[in-house]
């Protein structure tokens, strides 16, 4: 199985900061990369796929970046409504496997 | 609008099998261009994919459940289907249906629904 490293696990910031956070495969995936937000109680919301691709309705603020082993999801200017848990997930082979989440908190 | 709910006993005893439905409205399950896919949060955890299904019953299985998985699919109900046997308290989590549209992205997922394993 391919491994999924994130980093930080956790990551304090405030509104209008920009944040990065980063996502490491245990091999090569090519630019077969998702990012997530999960907020409490809600199901997971896709920001961007291969990698570097906005999802339709999010906003640009979001941004992905990075191909093979390592990516990178950066929020240019935080909002209050970004504040959640980030995954990454790669879709290269079977099985898809998820980093194990960055929780991002309001300093 | 894509929709999808999933259903099913929210308390399994352990041993016993865990069945969930996911019924997808808005559109059509038997569309050429998508999986559909199971994915899991164990409480305190991350997110754990289970398997996918191709509307002709083609399936994808996560290996370290595939002993114990069945994903089915119903076009006529437009509803696809998870079964885990032998459940334990390991399997206690949030689980969620979702549309794998091209290129491999989960980009519509149920609301989810908790399944506690506990005798």
């Known amino acids: 199985d391919i491994q999924m490293t994130q980093s930080p696990s956790s990551v304090s910031a405030s509104v209008g900061d920009r944040v990065t956070i980063t996502c490491r495969a245990s091999?090569?995936?090519?630019?077969?990369l998702a990012w997530y937000q999960q907020k409490p109680g809600r199901a997971p919301k896709l920001l961007i796929y291969?990698?570097?691709s906005l999802q339709s309705g999010v906003p640009s603020r979001f941004s992905g970046s990075g191909s093979g082993t390592d990516f990178t999801l950066t929020i240019s200017s935080l909002q209050p409504e970004d504040f959640a848990t980030y995954y990454c997930?790669?879709?290269?082979?079977?099985?898809?496997?998820f980093g194990q989440g960055t929780k991002l908190e309001i300093k | 609008q894509l929709q999808l709910q999933e259903s099913g006993p929210g308390l399994v005893k352990p041993s016993e099998t865990l069945s969930l439905t996911c019924s997808v409205s808005?559109?059509?399950?038997?569309?050429?261009?998508?999986?559909w896919g199971w994915i899991r949060r164990p409480p305190g955890k991350g997110l754990e994919w289970i398997g996918n299904?191709?509307?002709?019953?083609?399936?994808y299985y996560n290996p370290s459940l595939k002993s114990r998985v069945t994903i089915s699919v119903d076009t006529s109900k437009n509803q696809f289907s998870l079964r885990l046997s032998s459940v334990t308290a390991a399997d206690t989590a949030v689980y969620y249906c979702?549309?794998?549209?091209?290129?491999?992205?989960?980009?519509?997922w149920g609301q989810g629904t908790l399944v506690t394993v506990s005798s």
């Open positions: 979702a549309r794998l549209g091209a290129p491999r992205k989960f980009e519509y």
């Open positions: 808005g559109g059509s399950i038997s569309s050429t261009n998508y999986y």
């Open positions: 299904i191709y509307y002709s019953g083609t399936t």
């Open positions: 091999q090569g995936i090519s630019s077969w």
């Open positions: 291969t990698a570097s």
């Open positions: 997930q790669q879709a290269n082979s079977f099985p898809y496997t």
